[in-house]
Structures are given as C-alpha cells and as structure tokens.
C-alpha cells in the first residue's frame, strides 16, 4: 500500500469522530479535536508556526478544542493534503500558497518573480486589503483562508562558478519546481529549467546532472544542498506566501464563536512564526558561510536587471496586471 493511500485512509479512518464532534448542534460544550497537516519536520519555523496556533486553540479554548499537528509528511504531502482539506478528511493544513491557483487563479500574482520589493513590502500586501481580498477567495475552493506564514525568499545557487549579474546564469541548467511559471522565469533569465522532485536536487547537483538550483536560506542549510553547490547570489527572485487553510465542510459545522476562536489564533501565530523565520535565516546563513559558501549580494541596481528580464513572463500573466499593479503601489 502506498503512501498517499496509507495516509488517505488513516485520515477517513478518524474523520467521521470531528464530524460527530461538530454536526448537529453548534454549542460551545462539545470537545473537539482537529488534525493539521504540515509537511516540514517538527524543528521548521512553519511547523512551530503550526504548533503556537494550536496552543492558542487550546488554551483560549479552556482544553476543549485541540489541533494535533501532523508534521513531516504523515498525512501525506501537500496536494494530498489539500485535496482531503477540501472534502474534510483532513481539517487543516499548512501549505504554499501555489498548488492552490488551481482553485484561486489570482493567487498567481502574490508569487510572481520580484513582485515585492522586499520583505517588509510583502507583509504590507497579505497584511493588506489585498491578502484579506484573497484570503476569502479561498472559500471558492471549500477553504477558509486563515492567515499567511513567512516564506522568506528565494535565490540562486550553484556548483560551477559565482553569479555576480543576470548574465552568468546563461546556459546553466537550474532545477526547478514543477511549475510551468517556474520553467518560463528560468528560460526568461536565460538559463536551462530542470523540473525535478526535491529530493533528487542534492544528487543531480553532486552528479553533474544538474548545475544548480534555486531555494530560501533554511532549505539551502537543511537540504544540505551548500555541500554540493557552494556559490549563492541573493537574489530574492520569489517570495511565496505559505498559507493556513481549513476545510470549510468542518469550519461550517463550528458555533460562530469558535469561528472567531480559530480565526483569531491563526492571526495571533503570525508573529511568532515570523521571528521563528527570521531567526532560523540568521542561524542558516551564519551555518552554510561557516561551512565555505561563497555568498553573493546583488545591490538594488543589479537585481533590477534580473527583474527586467521577467517583462515577457508578466505579458504571459497580463490578465493580472492590474491587481500586480495595486500590489507594486502598495506602500
């Protein structure tokens, strides 16, 4: 039996308890447990993101509701996870916020290569109208958006040379997620897209197969991908929102003040799980430039040559563009 479906049944196994738990009658005197699944190992600042969540579920709760946290993969990985949010086999989950344009095409524009300036930009956006906008739309898919975790950003790196301007990348071959968006941003800086599972990035890299990749401070250092691909260009080409979602099959079934109980606890994680992920970039980057990375830092100036370069990759998103407009003058 494989994996997925392992975990597909564990998950039917006990879904039938929360909804007992929670139909028929919306009072406040129910004992109720629901399941979060988290693909990142327990020690990731997502995942401890997850857990301050649920401790303020259920302290706020006086013990009556507890939210179990599934990290590491166990009820399965993200699409997975989504797809048994979405008919309630699973309560919540923790995932990035692109598998789910499936459902909310919009999405598309919060993860567009070098659509926010900085951090600090990014959080003025979801923190804004604009991510409350999209944290609604999520209801179209049976979520409920409830609040947004730090992605921190993404650069390049690699096993062959040092990458001081968008010119050194030509004809590199950089893995990338499967993501069609992913593949047209590597063709447009003119390098070689090499769509592959992650797991295998660490192996192509040490083999030759691949020259590079492309990823956040933490996933450099845990991934152990540094070993093999020694130079890094912070670039900060992509800030992916993570994103905490609900089943609303199970959401709909809670008495309005344990709407607002979960809704507000998931807003109140945000803090900690940021200064958990600005912490373990610190502890990342000081690890990996011990080990002999050679790290390089783009100013502003050479950065935008690399934005410059994504001008066909927006035209392809065009029917966004005035929403990347309000996110680009947002202050």
Same mark, same amino acid.
């Given at each position: 039996?494989?994996?997925?479906?392992?975990?597909?049944?564990?998950?039917?196994?006990?879904?039938?308890?929360?909804?007992?738990?929670?139909?028929?009658?919306?009072?406040?005197?129910?004992?109720?447990?629901?399941?979060l699944?988290?693909t990142?190992?327990?020690?990731?600042?997502?995942?401890?993101?997850?857990?301050?969540?649920?401790?303020l579920?259920?302290? %706020? @709760?006086?013990?009556?509701? $507890?939210? *179990? !946290?599934?990290?590491?993969?166990? #009820?399965?990985?993200? +699409?997975?996870?989504?797809?048994?949010?979405?008919?309630g086999?699973?309560?919540?989950?923790?995932?990035?916020?692109?598998?789910?344009?499936?459902?909310?095409?919009?999405?598309?524009?919060?993860?567009?290569?070098?659509?926010?300036r900085?951090?600090?930009?990014?959080?003025?956006?979801l923190?804004?109208?604009?991510?409350?906008?999209?944290?609604?739309k999520?209801?179209?898919?049976?979520?409920v958006?409830?609040?947004?975790?730090?992605?921190?950003s %993404? @650069?390049?790196?690699?096993? $062959?040379? *040092? !990458?001081?301007?968008?010119?050194? #990348?030509?004809?590199? +071959?950089?893995?990338?997620?499967?993501s069609?968006?992913?593949?047209?941003?590597?063709?447009?800086?003119?390098?070689?897209?090499?769509?592959?599972?992650?797991?295998?990035?660490y192996?192509?890299?040490?083999?030759?197969?691949?020259?590079?990749?492309?990823?956040?401070?933490?996933?450099?250092?845990?991934?152990?991908?540094?070993e093999?691909?020694?130079?890094?260009?912070?670039?900060?080409?992509?800030?992916?929102?993570?994103?905490?979602?609900?089943?609303?099959?199970?959401?709909?079934?809670?008495?309005?003040?344990?709407?607002?109980?979960?809704?507000?606890?998931? +807003?109140?994680?945000?803090?900690?799980?940021?200064?958990?992920?600005?912490?373990?970039?610190?502890?990342?980057?000081?690890?990996?430039?011990?080990?002999?990375?050679?790290?390089?830092?783009?100013?502003?100036?050479?950065?935008?040559?690399?934005?410059?370069?994504?001008?066909?990759?927006?035209?392809?998103?065009?029917?966004?563009?005035?929403?990347?407009?309000?996110?680009?003058?947002?202050?």
């Open positions: 039996m494989g994996k997925r479906l392992l975990a597909t049944v564990l998950v039917l196994s006990v879904a039938a308890a929360v909804f007992s738990g929670c139909s028929g009658n919306k009072g406040d005197d129910k004992q109720i447990v629901l399941r699944a988290e990142h190992p327990a020690d990731y600042p997502t995942t401890k993101g997850d857990m301050e969540f649920a401790r579920v259920e302290e %706020r @709760s006086n013990g009556r509701i $507890k939210v *179990e !946290v599934y990290h590491s993969k166990q #009820l399965g990985e993200e +699409k997975a996870a989504i797809e048994q949010v979405q008919f086999a699973i309560d919540l989950t923790r995932v990035s916020i692109a598998p789910l344009t499936e459902f909310v095409k919009e999405l598309i524009a919060l993860q567009l290569p070098y659509v926010y900085n951090g600090d930009h990014m959080w003025k956006v923190e804004g109208p604009i991510g409350e906008d999209m944290l609604k999520v209801e179209a898919g049976k979520f958006g409830l609040c947004y975790y730090d992605p921190g %993404r @650069s390049f790196y690699n096993s $062959k040379k *040092e !990458v001081k301007s968008v010119d050194d #990348l030509k004809g590199m +071959k950089i893995r990338v997620m499967e069609k968006m992913m593949i047209d941003m590597i063709n447009a800086l003119g390098a070689s897209p090499t769509p592959m599972p992650y797991g295998e990035v192996s192509a890299i040490q083999t030759g197969v691949i020259d590079g990749a492309e990823n956040n401070w933490p996933s450099y250092d845990s991934s152990s991908h540094f093999v691909a020694k130079y890094y260009t912070t670039d900060g080409h992509l800030r992916v929102p993570e994103i905490l979602i609900m089943s609303k099959l199970v959401f709909d079934k809670l008495s309005s003040k344990d709407q607002k109980l979960i809704r507000q606890a998931a +807003k109140d994680s945000v803090a900690v799980q940021k200064k958990l992920w600005a912490d373990k970039e610190k502890e990342s980057e000081a690890k990996v430039v011990a080990a002999g990375s050679k790290i390089t830092r783009l100013d502003d100036a050479e950065i935008a040559k690399f934005q410059a370069k994504m001008e066909p990759l927006y035209k392809q998103y065009a029917e966004f563009a005035d929403l990347m407009e309000k996110i680009k003058n947002t202050k």
